[in-house]
């Protein structure tokens, strides 16, 4: 699992800005970035800092990690928090997720992603199926966007084999709360991962 959660990198990097784009348009637009970046990936002259730099970017453009803060810590822990305790902890699972992700980055190799189908839920809610390639078995990754206020398509969770991010963090920090308080996932928050496997 860690290792399939580190290739979803490749769909995340795609994915600039959805703004003002149509619907149906997303699976192309999503696919052609894909192939944009991928080409990135295997630039390994690229140093790793402006390699960040570019990601964080674009990450900040797509992800709601407000939204994504809410929904892992779960509606009523969320509102028992004062505004401040609210931006703090966003802020530290914002960070977690960017710094996952880019400790994993260093175990891309020449995976290959293809779009299989876009799926409407609800008027504002739509999946994105996605499957990885790698020495022919396959894995379905599926993202899942909602419409925000000012039109803009956002992911809010993404689902690994089955599997949602959001619903194993909320479970993650449900078992601390339920034994610590709530400074004390702040700091666990804090803490680094574990540093992912090299390549063999």
Same mark, same amino acid.
């Given at each position: 699992?860690?290792?399939?959660?580190?290739?979803?990198?490749?769909?995340?990097?795609?994915? !600039?800005?959805?703004?003002? +784009?149509?619907?149906?348009?997303?699976?192309?637009?999503?696919?052609?970035?894909?192939?944009?970046?991928?080409?990135?990936?295997? $630039?390994?002259?690229?140093?790793? %800092?402006?390699?960040?730099?570019?990601?964080?970017?674009?990450?900040?453009?797509?992800?709601?990690?407000?939204?994504?803060? &809410?929904?892992?810590?779960?509606?009523? &822990?969320?509102?028992?928090?004062?505004?401040?305790?609210?931006?703090?902890?966003?802020?530290?699972?914002?960070?977690?997720?960017?710094?996952?992700?880019?400790?994993?980055?260093?175990?891309?190799?020449?995976?290959?992603?293809?779009?299989?189908?876009?799926?409407?839920?609800?008027?504002?809610?739509? !999946?994105?199926?996605?499957?990885?390639?790698?020495?022919? %078995?396959?894995?379905?990754?599926?993202?899942?966007?909602?419409? $925000?206020?000012?039109?803009?398509?956002?992911?809010?969770?993404? $689902? +690994?084999?089955?599997?949602?991010?959001?619903?194993?963090?909320?479970?993650?920090?449900?078992?601390?709360?339920?034994?610590?308080?709530?400074?004390?996932?702040?700091?666990?928050?804090?803490?680094?991962?574990?540093?992912?496997?090299?390549?063999?």
């Amino acid at each position: 699992m860690k290792r399939i959660l580190a290739l979803l990198i490749l769909t995340l990097l795609c994915a !600039h800005p959805l703004l003002a +784009i149509e619907e149906s348009a997303i699976p192309t637009f999503m696919q052609s970035n894909i192939d944009t970046i991928t080409n990135i990936l295997r $630039d390994k002259k690229i140093p790793q %800092e402006e390699r960040s730099k570019k990601i964080f970017t674009i990450f900040d453009s797509i992800f709601d990690y407000t939204l994504m803060s &809410q929904l892992s810590l779960g509606g009523k &822990q969320w509102t028992a928090l004062s505004t401040s305790q609210q931006a703090e902890f966003s802020k530290l699972f914002e960070m977690k997720l960017k710094i996952s992700y880019m400790e994993k980055l260093d175990l891309y190799t020449n995976e290959k992603m293809v779009i299989k189908n876009l799926e409407k839920i609800k008027d504002a809610r739509i !999946h994105l199926t996605t499957h990885l390639i790698k020495n022919n %078995e396959v894995y379905e990754i599926i993202y899942k966007f909602y419409k $925000d206020k000012n039109n803009n398509w956002m992911i809010y969770d993404v $689902d +690994i084999l089955g599997v949602s991010i959001i619903q194993t963090y909320r479970t993650q920090f449900a078992d601390v709360l339920a034994k610590e308080s709530f400074s004390s996932l702040l700091e666990k928050l804090k803490q680094p991962d574990e540093p992912a496997p090299k390549k063999q």
